[in-house]
């Protein structure tokens, strides 16, 4: 695929409107970017100290059922500590449920068969919300397990952080905010973070690299709509895998893995 094929002038439009808080944006932005991931994590959790080993974008882990779940972020600190950051839009994307099922799932992948418990490090899930979800008007939230009877912290390592996108003060979490929330990258507070979005918005290579993650999106939009139809004509079982296949736009061949999935 040429480049002159990838970059057209609606691509370049698009490019110009992301924000941070555009998850398809943030994902990028921060993949395989450890030194812009160390400086959200000194920032949110008010910790220089975190040293970023490994950083990876729209990450899937499959849980025990095999149920697989995408997360916008997962990142591991030098003492193996891991971090899911997501930004979510809408309040439902990060609810309270979702919150507990992505820190067990980070849980679930950090232990090996024979590991002592105790050896499990501290993880860390963290929501950038567009809205205040938690609705008490604070910047950030911090979740931690405690014991009713006395109050007192359970120590059990697990952290839950929700942070407000709606405030957007002069404090260092505050003007991180308004980075988020940055279309042209030379508004931004944080060198860091202007000097990637620079990258990806006006360097040739890096419009080149959103220009291509925009064209694959299209491609899974389609592809999505078509195995939505199969599954539609499928339901009806009138039709056989090859007529499905002509109306659809998929091969026989994915008509009828979509089957075996749908009846399994």
């Given at each position: 695929?040429?480049?002159q094929?990838?970059?057209?002038?609606d691509k370049?439009?698009?490019l110009?409107?992301?924000?941070?808080?555009?998850?398809?944006?943030?994902?990028k932005?921060?993949?395989k970017?450890?030194?812009?991931?160390?400086?959200l994590?000194?920032?949110?959790?008010?910790?220089?100290?975190?040293?970023?080993s490994?950083?990876?974008?729209?990450?899937?882990?499959?849980?025990?059922?095999?149920r697989?779940?995408?997360?916008?972020?997962?990142?591991?600190?030098?003492?193996?500590?891991?971090?899911?950051?997501?930004?979510?839009?809408?309040?439902?994307?990060?609810?309270?449920?979702r919150?507990?099922?992505?820190?067990s799932?980070?849980?679930a992948?950090?232990?090996?068969?024979?590991?002592?418990?105790?050896?499990?490090?501290?993880s860390?899930?963290?929501?950038?919300?567009?809205?205040?979800v938690?609705?008490?008007?604070?910047p950030?939230?911090h979740?931690?397990?405690?014991?009713?009877?006395?109050?007192?912290?359970f120590?059990?390592?697990?952290?839950?952080?929700?942070v407000?996108?709606?405030?957007?003060?002069?404090t260092?979490?505050?003007?991180?905010?308004?980075?988020?929330?940055?279309?042209?990258p030379?508004?931004?507070?944080?060198?860091?973070?202007?000097?990637?979005?620079?990258?990806?918005?006006?360097n040739?290579?890096?419009?080149?690299t959103?220009?291509e993650?925009?064209?694959?999106?299209?491609?899974?939009?389609?592809?999505?709509?078509?195995?939505?139809?199969?599954?539609?004509?499928l339901e009806g079982?009138?039709?056989?895998?090859?007529?499905?296949?002509?109306?659809?736009?998929?091969t026989?061949?994915?008509?009828?893995?979509?089957?075996?999935?749908r009846?399994a």
């Amino acid at each position: 695929m040429s480049e002159q094929y990838l970059i057209t002038e609606d691509k370049l439009r698009t490019l110009r409107e992301f924000r941070l808080m555009d998850d398809t944006f943030m994902a990028k932005f921060f993949e395989k970017q450890p030194e812009c991931t160390e400086l959200l994590l000194h920032i949110i959790l008010e910790n220089e100290s975190i040293h970023v080993s490994e950083v990876i974008a729209q990450c899937s882990i499959q849980n025990l059922q095999g149920r697989s779940i995408r997360l916008d972020i997962y990142a591991k600190d030098d003492t193996g500590k891991p971090y899911n950051i997501e930004v979510q839009r809408a309040p439902k994307g990060a609810s309270r449920k979702r919150a507990r099922y992505n820190s067990s799932i980070l849980d679930a992948n950090m232990t090996e068969s024979g590991d002592a418990y105790d050896s499990l490090p501290d993880s860390y899930v963290i929501f950038i919300t567009e809205t205040d979800v938690l609705g008490q008007n604070r910047p950030i939230y911090h979740i931690e397990r405690t014991i009713l009877e006395n109050n007192m912290p359970f120590d059990d390592g697990s952290h839950i952080i929700y942070v407000n996108a709606e405030r957007k003060d002069d404090t260092p979490l505050g003007l991180l905010m308004q980075d988020f929330y940055c279309k042209n990258p030379h508004d931004m507070h944080y060198s860091l973070l202007k000097q990637r979005a620079t990258y990806l918005k006006e360097n040739p290579e890096g419009v080149t690299t959103m220009c291509e993650l925009m064209e694959d999106m299209m491609e899974n939009v389609i592809k999505d709509d078509r195995r939505k139809n199969a599954c539609k004509m499928l339901e009806g079982g009138k039709l056989s895998y090859e007529e499905i296949a002509e109306y659809s736009g998929l091969t026989v061949q994915e008509v009828k893995a979509l089957d075996e999935d749908r009846t399994a």
